[in-house]
Every structure is written in structure tokens, then in C-alpha cells.
């Protein structure tokens, strides 16, 4: 079975998914978070993005 942590980096890196080089996270405050958390998060996003359940935020005029 595989982990989210092994999902997440298919996701990430392989050919024909997104194909990214190189990614950075940064988990703010919440450092107690373990890898396998921080990558079923991620491909929980992923997951949205690709059902177009999201909302675009443009952040030159969001109120911050």
C-alpha cells in the first residue's frame, strides 16, 4: 500500500503528473507536523485543484 508520502512525491515529480523540479514548504508555526502529514495535505490540494474546488485569490488586491 502505498503511504501518502510516496503519492505525494508521484504527484509532484513524475512525468506526465506535474513534473516539478524543485519545491519548497514552509510549515509556519505548525513544525509538529510529520512528513506523511504535511504530504496528504498535499496531495489533498492537488486533488481540489484538479477538481476545480478552489478559489483563485488575486494577491495584489487581496486584503491582507
Do not use: W
Request: net charge negative; with cysteine.
Amino acid at each position: 500500500m502505498n503511504t501518502h508520502l510516496e503519492i505525494a512525491k508521484h504527484r509532484l515529480y513524475d512525468k506526465g503528473a506535474l513534473d516539478a523540479a524543485d519545491i519548497k514548504l514552509f510549515p509556519g508555526s505548525s513544525r509538529d507536523a510529520s512528513k506523511e502529514q504535511m504530504a496528504e495535505q498535499i496531495t489533498k490540494a492537488i486533488a481540489q485543484i484538479e477538481a476545480g474546488d478552489f478559489d483563485e485569490v488575486d494577491t495584489l488586491t487581496a486584503d491582507c
